[in-house]
């Protein structure tokens, strides 16, 4: 076994266990730096050289590297270093960032973004500082995604890239650090270490709170890792830091991992058990992004609809979850606790002009609670994801989605009934083991049936440890799994652009994001269904002050009539700058 050292303040419950060969690690790390050339005035990495050695041999009795990568069972508590002193063997200045940069870079999904905010929220309390400028880090983190191989692939190349950067590093410099962390870390775990001899830190998706400890581990010249997952791990008190000053909505996480083990998917193995985070922790963001000015909030997580709360101990009744008509959970019944349509509805009173949006849910739960509350509270945007994955009712049930086409169709009339115009989007994969030709026709008929505003279309990609890997056959060849996903695309988009033609002719109202990339003379925004309108950016009328003409700024809403519709934009002009109260007398 390599000699690593990894280190994390685990539950007061487990025992510290050593590394005897950590100490070959460290007298490798001294000697690299014994060759550095001697000055009257020290470079950086002389000056550290002699702290080093002594904090080296305080960090040689730390725990063991296999302590953390094996225990990839969910643990009972999470992390919450700052609750607790610092270990035995760093001091608290050793905890700290020292003015070193770190530059960020995110991968894959929404919850990626938000998982790089707080990974850098808690650093920037540690004392680093952050750069957009990669010349210039002395720390670089890689928030990875793993659902499909192809985004392994690019991380993999991209570390290549680095290790360039790595090398090259003048001795007169710290040494640059390149760090894993989120999805990829908790996948391949010590593989990455293995495999790249650059990478020096691993932390998994919730782990972040452990950063500045791993970060000064590595300064020794160690590789670190903290692939624990937690069973309650929220990351409730760490605000995320909004990046962009001009940001006009923000993604605000409300439950992390998920319970529902599609066959085909490894998030709950790398993002672990479902938690949610409590109810009144989320709203003190929401409060927060209100009094910054902020116009919209997506509620964020795996599965946001199974949302459950059970903080509160007077709110744990026995009330068994309503799931909706039709379909199934693959777990155990759950009880109590504060549901999604409770934290839907606190949302969206904080602030009445600020949108409500969610993402991404499990069509099994959509009781009528929550598709009321959409319909009738002006500020949550009438707009569901509903994924369906296949068309079939074979390849659903290999999927285990706990559902069949007919649920899911029934689901969406139920739907449409309930909140009238409301804007559907879904994901859908291509080529999922043993999907015959007649099953995605079946998906085909499915997206002419229901005509879906957005589609997320994927080609099948076969994931380690998954149900499927260890009892399907990856059989469709990866050809026709490409093929079935272009024309999925193509009728997609027909059916998409009839949906969208409906707006022609309509007044709608947009917020607005900033200029349109295509054109300096356009603006962009989204309507209720988050639907791209473009329009000139023209003078128009306040319409609370008749008579005033205003410019729109990003964060303004303003009405737009539509002109034109295409599958993923919709065009127009625009008419009044207004507010979302006012705009329901025009919408
Ligand atoms: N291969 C292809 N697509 C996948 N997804 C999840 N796992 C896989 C996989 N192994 C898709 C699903 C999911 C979306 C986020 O990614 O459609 O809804
Ligand atoms: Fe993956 Fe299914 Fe959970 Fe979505 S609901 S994250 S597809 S296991």
């Known amino acids: ?5 990894c280190i994390l303040r685990v539950q007061r419950s487990l025992r510290w266990e050593w590394m ?9 790390t001294c000697r690299a730096h014994s060759t550095l050339p001697s000055t009257a005035c020290p470079s950086p990495g002389q000056q550290e050289d002699g702290v080093r050695k002594d904090f080296s041999s305080r960090l040689a009795s730390g725990p063991t590297f296999q302590h953390f ?12 270093p700052e609750a607790e002193d ?5 001091t608290v200045d050793e905890l700290l960032g020292r003015q070193r940069k770190v530059y960020l870079e995110t991968y894959g999904c929404q919850m990626n973004v938000n998982d790089t905010e707080i990974a850098w929220s808690i650093l920037e309390k540690s004392g680093y500082l952050r750069t957009s400028n990669l010349q210039e880090a002395d720390v670089i983190l890689l928030v990875t995604c793993s659902i499909r191989e192809k985004a392994e692939q690019t991380i993999w190349n991209r570390l290549h890239q680095l290790k360039t950067l790595k090398t090259k590093r003048p001795r007169s410099r710290v040494p640059l650090r390149i760090g894993i962390l989120g999805c990829m870390a908790e996948r391949l775990k010590e593989e990455i270490l293995n495999r790249e001899k650059m990478v020096d830190l691993l932390a998994g998706p919730d782990a972040y709170r452990d950063l500045p400890r791993l970060l000064a581990v590595t300064e020794s010249g160690q590789q670190a890792a903290n692939v624990l997952l937690s069973l309650d791990e929220t990351y409730a ?11 006009t909505s923000a993604f605000v996480s409300i439950m992390r991992g998920c319970d529902n083990m599609c066959s085909y998917c490894i998030v709950p193995f790398t993002r672990g058990r479902e938690r949610s985070r409590p109810v009144a922790s989320i709203l003190e963001e929401v409060r927060k992004l209100s009094d910054q000015g902020l116009k919209e909030v997506t509620l964020l997580g795996q599965n946001v609809n199974s949302f459950r709360d059970s903080s509160e101990i007077q709110f744990n009744s026995a009330v068994s979850a309503n799931l909706s008509r039709g379909f199934t959970a693959n777990y155990k019944a759950k009880q109590g606790g504060l549901r999604f349509s409770h934290l839907l509805d606190q949302v969206s009173r904080v602030d009445p002009e600020m949108r409500i949006r969610f993402t991404s849910p499990h069509p099994k739960d959509f009781p009528d609670e929550v598709l009321q509350l959409i319909h009738e509270r002006d500020n949550i945007c009438k707009q569901i994801h509903l994924p369906a994955q296949s068309g079939s009712s074979r390849v659903l049930d290999a999927m285990r989605r706990g559902y069949s086409r007919e649920a899911y169709v029934q689901l969406v009339h139920h739907i449409r009934e309930s909140i009238p115009g409301v804007s559907l989007s879904s994901d859908f994969i291509t080529g999922f083991c043993g999907e015959t030709e007649e099953d995605h026709l079946q998906t085909v008929s499915l997206l002419r049936e229901v005509q879906y505003n957005m589609g997320f279309l994927f080609a099948y990609s076969m994931r380690q440890k998954t149900r499927a890997y260890h009892r399907l056959k990856d059989d469709v060849p990866e050809e026709v799994k490409l093929r079935r996903l272009e024309e999925l695309i193509t009728v997609f988009r027909e059916e998409a652009s009839k949906a969208n033609k409906i707006c022609v002719g309509c007044t709608q ?3 607005v994001e900033g200029p349109s990339k295509r054109s ?4 962009c925004g989204r309507n209720d269904g988050n639907l791209k309108v473009i329009f000139p950016d023209a003078e128009m009328e306040d ?17 737009v009539k539509i002109t034109s519709a295409s599958s993923q934009t919709l065009k127009g002009h625009v008419l009044c700058r207004t507010t979302l109260k006012d705009s329901l007398a025009y919408c």
């Open 86 to 90: 610092p270990p035995p063997y760093l």
């Open 520 to 523: 300096a003379t356009d603006l």
């Open 543 to 559: 319409a609370a002050n008749p008579g005033l003409k205003v410019r729109a700024q990003p964060g303004d809403y303003v009405l």
């Open 1 to 5: 076994m390599r000699p690593l050292q």
């Open 509 to 511: 109202l947009v917020l």
């Open 237 to 247: 008190d760490v605000m995320p830091v909004q990046t962009s000053p001009s940001a």
């Open 20 to 28: 005897t060969s950590v100490s070959w690690l460290l007298l490798k």
């Open 69 to 80: 990568l094996s225990a990839s069972a969910p643990q009972e508590k999470p992390c919450s």
